[in-house]
């Protein structure tokens, strides 16, 4: 219940549907219908570019992933909170971010936006929490009505100096060998951005104890 | 020497109304060694005669020719057989070890019991009449198979005298078995020959009993809930470095015995997390079955994607164990990993993910490089997502396990999603099955470290630690019959919750099960014939006296928990719109019954030794709210001469649970329809010297309302079957 009134309070008003039923169902079921949710902020951007192309598995179409960006953002911890039910898509424009890790606390993401046909650029991407589903489930067509409906719904691009200010708190362009290597780059950002993380970074920097030990 | 095992449905008073021999006796009319021996000695004589004339003119086990009454020519016939049975006398080989029961039959016949219990012994006076008031030697002895029985029949230790009364109740009686000593080792259950010696001679000899001539009849179990004797090693993070796997998912937490050197190739135990947990959070699982001779892996699941990620990663991760290379452990799991017997075991989305994954394999549309869809031995989803639907995740026939916290505030069972209704997945399972629903568990307690989200009535919930424990005990006993077989883990899957609690486990918390073994004879299971009036068997079914009778599909069909006359399917969180399970719901106030006809061809229910069927109360209904407790209800068998026994099945140890008290979606309290396994041991009809002719079974009845169990109720009713043990 705690999480229920987090979520409602945090929405704006206007995107929150009256609930069915007499006593409040739990998140998960009452996501179904919320409408788009605006992120809260771009805290970073880095360009990237990789030679060896990754599947990104987070649309159905599966595109190859050479290029994107990076990106840092901070939302409402209610709704970037993982669930194993019906939950929000966190979105760049047309496209499901690839979710790298998420603060739950703090609701921070390092989430993967990458660069495929249909993007368009990063000025213009509305970034959003889009109606429930699973990613991997989402055509192309989907995704972009998730979109179109962001639109609709009054969520705009990031203004220029927050994007500018994104974009340098991101660092420069970066290329990476394969994904492997550009791991190391996600790793990095965790470590700048969402410091109280580190668990993550360190899988992702491949600093792991795989020595045998007995269990006490 | 010769043995006689006298099947337990050969009662002593049982009239084969259809079975009767021309000429002859009827088939499995005797008490003892031969038809005709009444009082179980071994031989016909003047003891046989006095009791054959005491019934002279009615039914009962003197009636040898099975023609409804004991007369001349059952007289004939004991005469013929005058003398020692044929073929030489020996022990009689019957069930006797039990747990006793507040009503008929007074007992409840089963072989597991946990270490330090007491083992009951239940003799059916009415079968053996020579032991009315007797005091008898008992002797609990090291499991000995026939031919080492036959060698030496010798009853080591002391004998247990016991004073049996001269009813069916009296002749149940405790054995001090507390410190029967339990397994050792590895192994999981320790097995004993239970036997009454009738003579007192202390030697196995004609006429005794025996609880174990085939196999034990008693399995002392260890604390499945307790740590293995195994010291064990974990390897906290191996980075498989495959290239197949989902980028960023690649690392495995493993946990296998450390003295794994020397043992030959272990189980594997693949644990798939949920969506924004971790595969470090299962330390508590891993460690323990590690500790039972376990090689067990918990990998990196991609479930942010989905349930179609998430399998490929148990797919693939399954293989990358298998091939063991020298990175893992220094090459200390390279031969040691058997690749025959797989138990995939995951949580929430990765719960559904193991569904997916078995579904995919048998489906061809993937295949695994080192393993198959036979070395999957058991498949369990801890509180499944069900995202997919029918098409995809479908355990189809593999033996499948749900586990499931009644507080989950994740996947809640919600009446207003079909993905938070995990039981959607059981339902689809056609092959052995089997749940555990642990009142007042909530999602995360199955794991260390995810976030608060019980969602029961304050006062209620048990706790991580609690839940981890019946966790385990779960899983342990649960593996140890997929995988090995091991008998006495069997009753694990289906005897009540109150009857195998893990040690440990506080007394409050609850749990309910529900068993569907893969071998059964179906009198109904609502699904291939869809007229309430015709059983999928093809018998007339009749209901008297009950309110809104309805067969169907169990899906609520609105989006709240609140009773509603246009929703008689409230609570049911079990199919989708379109599935096929289904099940017949009804309510009463007043004495009310339905009644399965059983067609020609299934009237013999001495086949198979259980008769089982599943039992929910109707969540929130006015009846089931008025009840506020257990639902009892009888349980009747009709044989085709009219004849009727009856029993409740709270006698037998059933439990139907009054719906877990938590609110929400809706007015009132009571969560998801809780289905319970019954099941009901066919001879005990004719404990006591009933007169039933269990090999026709004309109907079998179940009757509710005073004088049957709770005086009112509203319940569903679903799989009626004759089982195998």
């Excluded at chain 2, 148990?314 to 690749?339: N, S």
């Amino acid at each position: 219940m705690n999480s229920l009134i987090a979520i409602v309070a945090a929405l704006p008003l206007a995107t929150v549907a009256v609930p069915p039923a007499a006593s409040a169902p739990p998140p998960a079921a009452r996501a179904a219908a919320v409408r788009p949710a605006p992120i809260r902020g771009l805290v970073a951007v880095r360009p990237f570019r990789v030679a060896e192309p990754w599947t990104h598995e987070y649309r159905a179409d599966r595109p190859a992933v050479r290029e994107g960006w990076i990106v840092v953002l901070d939302a409402d911890p209610a709704l970037v909170r993982p669930r194993q039910t019906e939950q929000m898509v966190l979105m760049g424009g047309g496209l499901p971010l690839e979710i790298v890790h998420v603060a739950v606390d703090a609701g921070r993401v390092v989430a993967i936006l990458p660069r495929v046909p249909d993007s368009v650029a990063i000025e213009s991407v509305v970034f959003h929490l889009a109606s429930p589903a699973l990613p991997e489930s989402l055509s192309v067509e989907a995704a972009e009505a998730r979109r179109a409906a962001a639109v609709a719904a009054g969520l705009l691009p990031r203004d220029g100096a927050e994007l500018a200010r994104a974009l340098a708190a991101g660092g420069g362009a970066v290329a990476a060998a394969d994904r492997e290597a550009f791991d190391r780059e996600l790793a990095a950002a965790i470590r700048r951005h969402l410091p109280g993380e580190s668990a993550r970074a360190d899988e992702l920097e491949g600093r792991i104890d795989s020595t045998p030990r007995p269990v006490d | 020497m010769s043995w006689t095992s006298l099947r337990p449905w050969s009662a002593a008073r049982f009239a084969f109304a259809s079975g009767a021999i021309a000429g002859g006796m009827a088939a499995g009319a005797w008490a003892g060694g031969c038809p005709g021996d009444l009082d179980g000695d071994a031989g016909i004589g003047s003891s046989d005669l006095a009791t054959l004339l005491a019934q002279w003119g009615l039914p009962g086990a003197a009636d040898l020719d099975g023609d409804g009454t004991t007369g001349p020519n059952d007289l004939a016939l004991l005469l013929s057989a005058w003398g020692p049975c044929p073929g030489g006398a020996g022990p009689i080989a019957e069930e006797l070890a039990a747990v006793p029961r507040a009503a008929f039959p007074f007992a409840s016949r089963v072989e597991t019991f946990l270490t330090g219990a007491t083992v009951h012994v239940a003799i059916d006076i009415a079968r053996h009449p020579n032991l009315a008031g007797r005091t008898v030697d008992a002797y609990v002895v090291e499991d000995r198979d026939r031919s080492a029985w036959a060698a030496d029949p010798s009853l080591p230790g002391a004998a247990q005298p016991i004073i049996l009364g001269s009813d069916l109740a009296g002749g149940v009686r405790p054995l001090a078995t507390a410190s029967l000593p339990g397994p050792t080792g590895l192994a999981f259950s320790r097995g004993y020959d239970l036997v009454i010696d009738v003579d007192g001679t202390g030697t196995l000899t004609a006429g005794d009993l025996i609880d174990g001539l085939d196999g034990p009849g008693v399995l002392v179990v260890a604390n499945a809930s307790a740590a293995g004797p195994l010291a064990v090693n974990t390897v906290a993070a191996w980075d498989t470095n495959d290239a197949a796997i989902s980028a960023s998912f690649q690392l495995q937490r493993v946990w296998y015995p450390s003295d794994i050197a020397s043992m030959g190739p272990l189980p594997l135990v693949v644990i798939s997390h949920g969506n924004g947990h971790s595969y470090t959070w299962y330390d508590y699982l891993g460690t323990h079955l590690a500790s039972w001779g376990y090689v067990v892996m918990a990998h990196q699941n991609n479930t942010v994607p989905g349930i179609e990620t998430a399998s490929t990663t148990t797919l693939e991760h399954t293989d990358a164990i298998l091939a063991a290379p020298a990175t893992l452990a220094g090459g200390a799991l390279a031969g040691k990993i058997d690749a025959t017997r797989i138990v995939w075991i995951g949580h929430s989305r990765g719960g559904e993910g193991v569904a997916r994954a078995y579904d995919r394999i048998f489906d061809g549309t993937y295949v695994p490089t080192l393993y198959g869809l036979a070395a999957i031995r058991l498949v369990s989803s801890i509180a499944p997502t069900d995202f997919l639907g029918s098409a995809s995740a479908n355990p189809h026939g593999a033996n499948y396990h749900l586990l499931y916290g009644s507080a989950d505030g994740d996947v809640c069972g919600c009446p207003d999603s079909d993905v938070a209704d995990s039981f959607n997945l059981l339902e689809r399972a056609t092959g052995e099955r089997s749940s555990t629903y642990v009142h007042g568990a909530d999602h995360n307690d199955f794991n260390c470290c995810g976030f608060e989200d019980f969602a029961g009535p304050s006062g209620t919930a048990i706790g991580r630690a609690a839940a981890q424990v019946v966790a385990k005990a779960t899983y342990l006993a649960l593996i140890r019959h997929a995988l090995d077989g091991d008998p006495g883990a069997r009753e694990f899957r289906w005897r009540p919750f109150e009857d195998l609690r893990p040690p440990g486990v506080a007394a409050n918390v609850q749990a309910t099960l529900e068993w569907k073994p893969g071998i059964a004879t179906v009198v109904d299971d609502f699904q291939a014939q869809t007229s309430i009036a015709t059983s999928s068997s093809g018998g007339a079914v009749t209901i008297a006296g009950a309110s809104g009778g309805l067969e169907g599909l169990m899906n609520d069909n609105n989006t709240t928990f609140t009773w509603a006359t246009s929703d008689p399917w409230n609570g049911m969180t079990r199919a989708r719109a379109g599935e096929t399970t289904r099940g017949l719901v009804f309510d009463w106030t007043s004495p009310s019954s339905v009644e399965f006809q059983v067609v020609a061809a299934l009237r013999d229910f001495t086949a198979r030794p259980f008769l089982s069927l599943r039992a929910a109360q109707g969540s929130r209904h006015p009846r089931t709210v008025a009840l506020a407790g257990p639902l009892d209800f009888t349980v009747t068998l009709v044989d085709g001469a009219g004849r009727t026994s009856s029993l409740a099945i709270s006698a037998a140890g059933g439990v139907v649970r009054r719906p877990y008290q938590r609110t929400g979606y809706g007015t009132g309290a009571g969560w998801q329809n809780e289905f319970a396994t019954v099941r009901i041991r066919i001879a005990d009809f004719a404990a006591g010297g009933r007169e039933i002719d269990l090999a026709d079974v004309a109907a079998v009845r179940l009757e509710f309302g005073t004088g049957a169990g709770a005086a009112e109720g509203r319940i569903a009713i679903d799989d009626l079957r004759i089982e195998e043990r």
